[in-house]
């Protein structure tokens, strides 16, 4: 028979058959081949329950449905508050520009591109450490503290006097969010299974339009209530009140954030037996914990496929949906001096509507998601429907068929909700390894804000707002080449399930010495294979390179 010696830190190498071969991996084994369950069924094929199409836990275990509340309460919670308030400081820059800033502190031309750059510049420096940092940091600590930081800095940016003030503080700002997102994906990637993972991570991004939707509405408060009070500007008032809404916040995620199923300590919201629940089912998908950082665990992040399908996936959508940002400052272009045709009211709460549609779409795309277990077709339907909708504000006069082009502002938000998709997705695909899944996830995250530093002012600058001609038709190119990838990754993604199931019939079906013992040699390739008897093993195992478990097309 055969026997798979399989060691502490294993990387890409033999341990990957395990969950290939649909065995639940475990730190170290030494595992009979022909005591191995059979291989997993297709998600595809299993007999479902009519119920779980509403919600994935009403036919778990008493036990594991109690666990999955407690996990849900807490940690969306936390997460789809935090993201809520931290999208309330990143887009209130904007709202404050049309509602009095740009006057006050004599902004021009594309000073506002330069604001925005200079966060989004902080927001991709911090990214991929923070991440590496958060699995080693516990995210109930690390989290929480920096939210406490850019909730201050959003307050302080209230007392701006200039352009380069702006600047820097919104540097700061950006920071220290960039720990937020890619770390929070992380942690839910960490916890949940496949069929589950879509909803929470689509529900958790629904926070990130209700934000702005808050936002708007909250300006037009502020603005209307507070201009003046105390001799400050309903603009200042609108990034105090951020502030003040976002500290709580933070505080309440340093008692209910939890950390990770393998440093989880039993709490009062966590009893050891439901912490050895979540262990155990995420050693089911073969989802690994932490593991020693090496010189060749580092380099195996770039020698798979992933990263050069995921990462550019990821930075298409998040650079797909530029024409929303247009709608506001098209309202704004029908007041001409001594005419005013919407006040800034309205100018700030029309535009909601696409952070409506995103909303539902989001959810849409989560629950049809998880329940086809596929992540790429809401991809292609997105994809489609945002190429469209360019396509028409493109083509289109401004000033002409205003209802039209009213509507077709509202479907720029309806590529949105694909962020916690892809992010899934590559949680999914990379459960093999916990450091280079957050070093992915963080990586989609980061690369998609180098783009959207400099893109945005090239093809929608500013000055050429509302128009903005050749923005809508890049957009719609960005789309359809993000729906490219999303089949390239498909595409890699069943070829490995097919070299896994091809391994599976040929090493059944093998007559092999006992004595034969595959050896992982760290640096994520199965190079090794001794053989004591007469006979070899199987090519495809031999070539078989940094394979793992795609649960989900």
């Not at 030494?30 to 036919?59: A, G, N």
């Not at 509340?69 to 049309?98: E, G, H, P, R």
């Not at 932490?290 to 380099?299: D, H, M, S, V």
């Not at 077709?377 to 997105?382: I, K, R």
Request: with cysteine.
């Amino acid at each position: 028979m055969y026997r798979l010696e399989l060691g502490d830190g294993d990387i890409h190498g033999v341990s990957q058959l395990e969950p290939l071969l649909g065995y639940p991996p475990g730190p170290s084994s030494s595992v009979p081949f022909e005591d191995l369950p059979p291989p997993k069924m297709s998600s595809k094929t299993e007999k479902r329950h009519w119920t779980t199409y509403i919600w994935d836990t009403w036919d778990k275990p008493a036990a594991e449905r109690r666990f999955l509340f407690k996990l849900d309460a807490c940690l969306l919670t936390y997460a789809a508050l935090s993201y809520f308030s931290k999208y309330l400081d990143q887009q209130n820059i904007t709202n404050a520009y049309v509602s009095g800033m740009q006057e006050d502190l004599g902004l021009h031309g594309n000073q506002l591109n330069y604001i925005t750059t200079a966060w989004t510049c902080g927001y991709v420096l911090g990214q991929i450490p923070s991440n590496m940092l958060i699995t080693r940091i516990r995210p109930s600590i690390w989290i929480p503290t920096m939210e406490v930081i850019w909730s201050a800095l959003t307050m302080i940016l209230a007392s701006s006097k200039n352009f380069e003030t702006l600047v820097v503080i919104r540097f700061f700002v950006g920071l220290a969010e960039s720990t937020f997102y890619p770390a929070i994906q992380y942690v839910i990637g960490s916890w949940y299974k496949g069929d589950e993972l879509g909803k929470r991570a689509c529900i958790f991004h629904t926070a990130s339009a209700l934000g702005p939707m808050f936002s708007g509405f909250l300006q037009t408060g502020a603005y209307n209530g507070l201009n003046g009070v105390h001799g400050l500007a309903g603009w200042k008032w609108l990034f105090i009140i951020d502030g003040i809404i976002t500290i709580p916040i933070a505080l309440l995620g340093y008692l209910i954030m939890p950390d990770l199923p393998s440093n989880t300590k039993p709490s009062i919201f966590y009893t050891q037996e439901q912490i050895e629940i979540g262990q155990k089912r995420m050693a089911e998908i073969g989802r690994k914990p932490p593991a020693p950082f090496t010189r060749k665990k580092i380099l195996g992040f770039f020698t798979t496929w992933h990263i050069y399908t995921l990462v550019p996936l990821y930075i298409l959508f998040n650079n797909g949906g530029g024409p929303a940002n247009s709608m506001i400052f098209w309202l704004k272009s029908f007041n001409k001096p001594g005419h005013q045709v919407y006040t800034v009211g309205q100018i700030n709460t029309y535009p909601l509507g696409i952070q409506t549609v995103q909303v539902v779409t989001t959810l849409i795309y989560a629950w049809w998601s998880d329940i086809v277990r596929a992540r790429w077709p809401p991809m292609l339907f997105a994809g489609t429907w945002m190429m469209t909708t360019c396509i028409v504000l493109a083509s289109t006069p401004l000033y002409e068929h205003i209802t039209r082009r009213w509507v077709f502002y509202y479907f720029t938000g309806c590529n949105g909700g694909l962020s916690g998709l892809i992010l899934a997705w590559a949680n999914e695909l990379n459960s093999h390894d916990n450091e280079k899944r957050s070093f992915i996830v963080a990586s989609c995250n980061m690369f998609a804000y180098v783009m959207q530093a400099w893109l945005p002012i090239v093809i929608f600058p500013q000055v050429e707002q509302p128009r903005v001609f050749k923005g809508n038709v890049t957009t719609a190119c960005i789309n359809f080449g993000m729906m490219s990838f999303a089949m390239a990754t498909l595409y890699f993604s069943r070829r490995d399930e097919r070299r896994a199931r091809k391994l599976r019939e040929s090493t059944a079906g093998s007559d092999v010495s006992d004595d034969i013992v595959l050896e992982d040699d760290i640096d994520g390739d199965i190079k090794k294979v001794k053989d004591t008897s007469a006979e070899a093993l199987d090519p495809a195992v031999a070539t078989l390179e940094h394979r793992h478990p795609a649960h989900l097309a």
